[in-house]
């Protein structure tokens, strides 16, 4: 009785579900606008980033392949070299398109929300999983390109289920068709769910005018991709580097093994842990706890949503499930990963089929039905909220170099001499121009073995050491394997540590001459 009684309200009085619907966007706002205005530090991948955006012009950045293996689509690199520009080289600067990006995909999820489920609980928990979901609220403050992924994924689908409705709609959806890959390597996959599903739901309905305009639509998305791919995207596709730093990734087929088969069955709860409880970079390699009990539910839940969504409406079974099956696809030949931070355009798409089996749920009559729906809606928003709650009091920071450098530039004195690990180098060359550290003596790079010999050698090399500054960021617990051995003859003399950084005073005089 309960149940029902919510249910109704939420059916016969709009203005609750548009009030619940304000109040979660500002509290998904909230949650990005709090984790951007942290201001954490750049982690390793970031720092790479950002010195080839300051270092490079708009032309080289566009044309010309990037220097550390880093990969971004030029449309993004514009937009942020722009900003560069406009705002400067500070991190709020640097990541205010991807904040700008989670912010406006935030919005573009209400709208889907109002497009494709019929009832007020499957809105409200797929916007609730939206504004909540630890990955999206991260990434809105990572100067990566994924975020704008995410955006420019949900703005296509919306208006792929839209687009036929609007007077110019297919002129306007083919131009969109043709810019976003441009911004946003992801979106083609996007783009050829859409294109295919239509054409066949056209050629099934026998509809050859709309055929005909559909075929000169993704002829023309063809033809751009073509020229992006030529000027573009076959610098990253020849990057050997890349290709085997996500090899994981790759999809083996045939399944020749049992462990073939895991592959995939992963592959699903890495996706589904990803959408509602990942915070921060997923490890490439690491085990991840997918297999927690809440995990497997969500998953199980996510392939009943496909069942009834397919029951539901094979047009939108299609746009909504195809671009999952061809990021799939493309993974078999190794030209797209699916893992980690390159499927998190696909985040929103497994929320919206979650979201989907709550709302078919509720609207059924029987009452047990709606009551499952409304304990599996509390459920699954409960999930995200557990993490990213305590994130909105302690935003997440894994990687603090920055107070590392200021303590560093407050206790230096002439004559000293810093260390650094190899990790902590693109970070540490992309901040000392702004905290005025480029002029300090680095007498030694340590070498990701961190090996005390190697690091002694190198500073005799630069000359008789006295006062020397260790820094440590990025795969920060395995300082101990250099600053252990370093204590048991030599005395530290200052220390600062924060989240994932930390950096150390040693008097190695005479280190040369043990």
Not at 35 to 62: G, M, P
Not at 200 to 226: P, Y
């Amino acid at each position: 009785m309960v149940v029902n009684k919510i249910l109704n309200q939420l059916k016969q009085h709009s203005l609750i579900e548009t009030i619940l619907a304000a109040l979660i966007l500002s509290l998904g706002f909230s949650f990005r606008l709090q984790q951007y205005i942290f201001n954490r530090s750049l982690w390793l991948d970031e720092a790479l980033l950002a010195n080839n955006l300051v270092s490079k012009s708009i032309v080289s950045l566009l044309f010309q392949a990037l220097d550390f293996d880093q990969a971004a689509p030029p449309g993004f690199l514009f937009l942020v070299k722009i900003g560069n520009r406009l705002f400067g080289t500070s991190d709020i600067a640097l990541r205010l398109v991807p904040f700008a990006a989670g912010v406006f995909a935030l919005i573009t999820a209400y709208f889907i929300a109002r497009t494709v489920l019929k009832t007020a609980l499957g809105r409200v928990a797929f916007l609730c999983s939206v504004a909540f979901s630890p990955s999206l609220i991260y990434y809105s403050s990572e100067f990566k390109q994924y975020s704008l992924d995410v955006f420019l994924a949900v703005l296509l689908i919306l208006m792929g289920l839209s687009y036929k409705k609007w007077k110019m709609g297919f002129l306007i959806f083919t131009l969109c068709g043709m810019i976003f890959p441009w911004f946003s390597h992801p979106t083609v996959f996007v783009l050829a769910a859409i294109g295919v599903t239509d054409l066949v739901v056209g050629i099934i309905g026998k509809d050859d005018q709309g055929v005909k305009k559909l075929f000169l639509m993704v002829m023309a998305w063809l033809l751009s991709f073509t020229i992006f791919y030529i000027v573009s995207l076959h610098m990253v596709t020849s990057d050997g580097f890349l290709q085997n730093f996500w090899a994981h990734g790759y999809a083996p087929f045939p399944p020749m093994s049992w462990e073939d088969a895991q592959w995939y069955l992963n592959r699903i709860y890495q996706w589904t842990f990803l959408s509602f409880q990942q915070l921060g970079p997923p490890p490439v390699t690491a085990i991840q706890p997918w297999f927690l009990a809440h995990n497997i539910i969500l998953s199980i839940s996510l392939w009943i949503g496909g069942v009834f969504l397919w029951f539901r409406s094979k047009r939108l079974f299609g746009i909504l499930i195809g671009p999952v099956l061809i990021t799939l696809l493309m993974s078999i030949p190794e030209l797209y990963p699916f893992s980690g931070r390159l499927i998190l355009f696909l985040v929103p798409l497994g929320i919206l089929i979650i979201s989907n089996f709550v709302d078919v749920l509720a609207s059924q009559t029987l009452q047990w039905r709606k009551s499952v729906a409304v304990i599996f809606f509390v459920f699954s928003v409960t999930v995200s909220l557990r993490v990213s709650l305590p994130n909105l009091l302690h935003p997440f920071d894994n990687h603090n170099i920055k107070g590392a450098m200021y303590f560093l530039k407050d206790q230096y004195r002439e004559g000293d001499v810093v260390a650094i690990s190899r990790w902590s180098l693109p970070a540490y060359t992309f901040y000392s121009r702004n905290i005025r550290l480029e002029n300090l003596p680095m007498a030694a790079v340590i070498e990701v073995q961190n090996d005390v010999k190697q690091m002694i050698s190198s500073l005799c090399g630069y000359g008789e050491p006295g006062r020397v500054w260790i820094l440590f960021s990025h795969r920060f617990s395995e300082r101990h394997k250099l600053l252990d051995i370093l204590a048991e003859k030599y005395d530290v003399l200052s220390r600062w540590e924060g989240e994932g950084s930390g950096i150390y005073l040693w008097d190695l005089t005479n280190v040369c001459y043990p």
